[in-house]
């Protein structure tokens, strides 16, 4: 019986496997990695709201691609990413800071849609392997760049400056922010001036502390204690080599 149910298991990885092939999530990871970079660097001209939603469309679709959403679901995010395209190529004529602070709040969409279909993928798999936990990083680095979206949407909108360190922040300075804030370095050297900002940047630290110590912490845990029990499996199928 306890044969029968092993064997069912990795029926049902196969199938996954061949549907949603592994490299999947690390093409999303390189995605995410191109686009941390390109932002990071800091950039400037009305050229990059354009660049940042490519970017980010095709760590969507991407994202999609590697969770095996439904076909309908797919169509939707590529018409999502055109709506998006069309509207950071429309800013860039129109130009504005209302008009940044709607490219900001876009942003967020887009990155924050992502981690929910990611997540929901993992848990529809109800196995833990290497995929898995790539997964989960992937999801980490979105809650990282969805909060730096949200902070400068929240920098945008608002009259006073958003750090009291920068008068002028940019881009890069918000996924700085945000990053040393969901991993709890805290620097100083960027803080949030007002009581907004500063009650995201807690909620942002306790959610990426939180997700690290139970998430991802459970998943490596898993995936010791599975590469275990198939060790373990292995040596009780071949009698011979044991005696």
């Not at 290497?130 to 969805?146: D, P, Q, W």
Request: proline letters at 2%; one cysteine or more.
């Amino acid at each position: 019986m306890q044969d029968a149910d092993v064997s069912v298991q990795r029926g049902d990885e196969g199938r996954i496997e061949t549907r949603v092939p592994a490299y999947r999530f690390g093409i999303v990871l390189l995605l995410l990695l191109a686009t941390f970079i390109f932002l990071a660097s800091g950039p400037s001209g009305d050229w990059v709201a354009v660049a940042a939603v490519v970017l980010q469309g095709a760590t969507l679709l991407a994202a999609f691609s590697a969770a095996g959403v439904r076909r309908g679901l797919w169509h939707l995010a590529v018409a999502v990413v055109i709506v998006a395209l069309v509207s950071a190529s429309t800013a860039i004529f129109i130009g504005g800071k209302d008009v940044s602070a709607s490219l900001f709040v876009l942003n967020l969409l887009l990155v924050g849609v992502a981690p929910v279909v990611i997540i929901h993928a993992l848990i529809r798999r109800r196995v833990v392997d290497f995929r898995t936990v790539l997964g989960a990083v992937c999801v980490y680095i979105l809650i990282g760049m969805m909060w730096s979206f949200a902070f400068a949407a929240a920098g945008t909108f608002d009259s006073e400056q958003f750090f009291a360190q920068e008068a002028h922040a940019t881009v890069a300075d918000y996924l700085y922010f945000s990053f040393t804030t969901i991993t709890t370095v805290g620097y100083g050297d960027l803080t949030a001036a007002r009581s907004l900002g500063r009650a995201l940047a807690v909620l942002e630290a306790l959610i990426g502390q939180l997700y690290l110590v139970t998430v991802i912490a459970l998943l490596i845990s898993n995936l010791g204690r599975r590469g275990r029990a198939a060790q373990s499996r292995e040596s009780s199928e071949r009698p011979g080599e044991n005696a």
